[in-house]
């Protein structure tokens, strides 16, 4: 054989075993855990395959074309928060019906507060309720916000779902607190921190699909051909304890429709 022929089959047959490692090597997959996680790991690549996990509709904000066939290179979960405003909004009234206020706590630099207040305005004005929009994008404006519902004798307040407000969940239950203003949150989480009342899918849920997608996408299956899931399972938490300390009593119509209350 040519010393040429040689090194030629040489070569080739060298080669399977690095093509078939190269082949082995794992994927990178992004998981954004987040509205606007999810908005910036797509606007980053068109290429690495993104699983999200998103406080609001998909669609309406743009991360893909429909939940059924999201196509490209993203899909995930949704909690779709702006879906339970309205009930928030409700169950405030429920509350405190004597209220004829009610306020809608937003962070004007997330990019679905626009959503989030045509949602909320609508619920109060079905109800006859005026509706006072407070913004806040750091924590110094949170507590601003809490003291002029106290001020202003408002109903009480509606907490948009945000990654600033989530990241501060201990300090919204303590101005709840300090300065009696019920409020009411997206997630669970918030009154196991000590905050009145939550109403909203279940985050837990919407991980878990993000987890289950995310394995499927490694093993092989394409991101645009698994559909956007929205998370089913609707949670009720009540802190009672925490009602006490801000000298409401929730009424029985409310306590009985929880999944949990917390004593």
Known sequence: MKRRAFITLLGGTAAW?????????????????????????????TTIPIVFQAGYDPV????????????????????AAEAYYAKGIELLHELLPQASAIAFLTNPTNPTADLGIRETESAARSLGLSLRVLNASDPGQIEQAFAAVARERSGGMLVSSDRLFSNQRDQFASLGIRYRV??????????EAGALISYGASISEALGIVG????????????????????????????????????????????????????
Request: glycine share 10%.
């Open 60 to 79: 309406a904000i743009g991360l893909v074309a429909s939940l059924g066939r999201p196509g490209g290179k993203i899909t995930g979960a949704s909690t």
């Open 182 to 191: 019920p409020c009411i949150y997206m997630r669970r989480d918030w009154v």
């Open 17 to 45: 075993p690095l093509v078939a490692r190269a082949q082995q090597q794992p994927m990178p997959v992004i998981v954004a855990a987040g509205t606007a996680p999810a908005l910036a790991a797509k606007g980053a690549t």
């Open 212 to 263: 289950n997608y995310a394995a499927r996408i490694l093993k092989g299956e394409q991101p645009g051909d698994l559909p956007v899931q929205l998370a089913t399972r609707i949670e009720l938490t009540i802190n009672r304890k925490t009602a006490k300390a801000i000298g409401i009593e929730v009424p029985i119509s409310i306590l009985l429709r929880a999944d949990e209350v917390i004593e």
